[in-house]
């Protein structure tokens, strides 16, 4: 119940394109739902999250969906780039714990100019 | 705000050795966490710091790990033993307040068990 599970593995898209990953949750009690970008050798730096109260949350490029019913949650980078080339993680964790972040397995993004 | 930092961001040790990771958070957040990823996968959930008490282990750490945060500043997470599965980027993470909120990592440390 504590799993938080990614798709795709990996992805390639070409520059301007929109690139999609997915993430699934089981736990109900989780309340906070946030993605990660990770470049090789670096730590993950948070993107943009989103609370369950809200459908949709959009910062720049870069654009959050919830479905709160089907426990599911998807990143969505517009007008992709190069520079974004870096893996993906989807995360959750609730109030009611410590915060500790449950993380999905990761999407290798590969932008082709 | 100069972010989480991490030392050594690499270690090489031999298996049966010692080794010690230093994290700083920063310097207002009161929770602190330690996260182990291991290539291909992600972070997963070590253990976790409000001010100075440890108030959360993983079953993913054994009696060989060990983690402190005295007075609730830096924190040191100690492998003792060290065995090859223990390989893997050790990271650290600091967040500020009472819900589940943004938590910020470092870079991480490298450890490489032969």
């Known amino acids: 119940q504590q799993q938080v599970k990614q798709s795709p593995q990996s992805l390639i898209v070409q520059k301007g394109g929109i690139s999609i990953i997915n993430c699934a949750y089981e736990n109900t009690a989780f309340d906070y739902f946030p993605w990660y970008q990770q470049f090789p050798g670096k730590g993950p730096a948070l993107l943009i999250a989103i609370r369950p109260d809200v459908s949709e949350k959009k910062e720049g490029r870069f654009t959050i969906s919830f479905n709160k019913s089907a426990k599911q949650f998807s990143l969505h980078i517009m007008d992709s780039q190069p520079g974004d080339s870096a893996t993906y993680f989807c995360?959750?964790?609730?109030?009611?714990?410590?915060?500790?972040?449950?993380f999905g397995q990761g999407t290798t993004l590969q932008v082709k100019p | 705000d100069t972010g989480v930092s991490q030392n050594p961001r690499h270690k090489i040790t031999k298996r049966g050795q010692n080794v010690t990771f230093r994290c700083d958070p920063i310097?207002?957040?009161?929770?602190l966490y330690w996260y182990r990823q291991t290539l291909g996968q992600g972070p997963e959930f070590l253990t976790y710091f409000q001010n100075e008490a440890q108030l959360e282990k993983s079953r993913l750490l054994s009696d060989r790990f060990s983690a402190e945060r005295p007075k609730g500043s830096f924190s040191t997470l100690e492998i003792q033993r060290t065995e090859q599965g223990d390989s893997a980027m050790y990271l650290c993470?600091?967040?500020?307040?009472?819900?589940?909120?943004?938590?910020?990592f470092g870079p991480g440390t490298r450890l490489t068990v032969l």
């Open positions: 310097s207002e957040h009161n929770r």
């Open positions: 993470a600091s967040s500020l307040g009472g819900l589940a909120g943004k938590q910020f």
């Open positions: 995360a959750a964790s609730g109030s009611s714990n410590t915060g500790k972040l449950i």
